[in-house]
Nanobody, 124 residues
Framework: QVQLAESGGGLVQAGDSLRLSCAAS????????MAWFRQAPGKEREVVAH?????????GYADSVKGRFTISRDNAKNTLYLQMNSVKPEDTAVYYC????????????????WGQGTQVSVSS
């Protein structure tokens, strides 16, 4: 069991940078694969990035964010991050962090643990 809490969202302008954080508690954070998902109004939840457990040596990104976003984890701080650079209006969504055992996945229904989400709004 792990509890997740996102923070760092807000209203920014196109081209700005933003860093989201996801604080984990109640479980062995390093033993979980982690991911960031997002959901825009009227759209399905989609994966943004994922990272493997423990050392986080393996990462993956949606094509739409490759080269702009970076996922990372600090196991000593029980925290997952998403560094968002050169944001675009189409990045506007509620961003969620999610956890599952060992292997990451791009499918939302593979993740049993979710945070409450943080809103990111990008103006043009």
């Amino acid at each position: 069991q792990v509890q997740l809490a996102e923070s760092g969202g807000g209203l920014v302008q196109a081209g700005d940078s933003l860093r989201l954080s996801c604080a984990a508690s109640g479980g062995a954070f390093s033993e979980f694969a982690m991911a960031w998902f997002r959901q825009a109004p009227g759209k399905e939840r989609e994966v943004v990035a994922h990272i493997s457990w423990r050392g986080g040596h393996n990462t993956g990104y949606a094509d739409s964010v490759k080269g702009r976003f970076t996922i990372s984890r600090d196991n000593a701080k029980n925290t997952l991050y998403l560094q968002m650079n050169s944001v675009k209006p189409e990045d506007t969504a509620v961003y969620y962090c999610a956890a599952r055992g060992i292997a990451p996945s791009t499918r939302p229904n593979h993740y049993p643990y979710w945070g409450q989400g943080t809103q990111v709004s990008v103006s043009s």
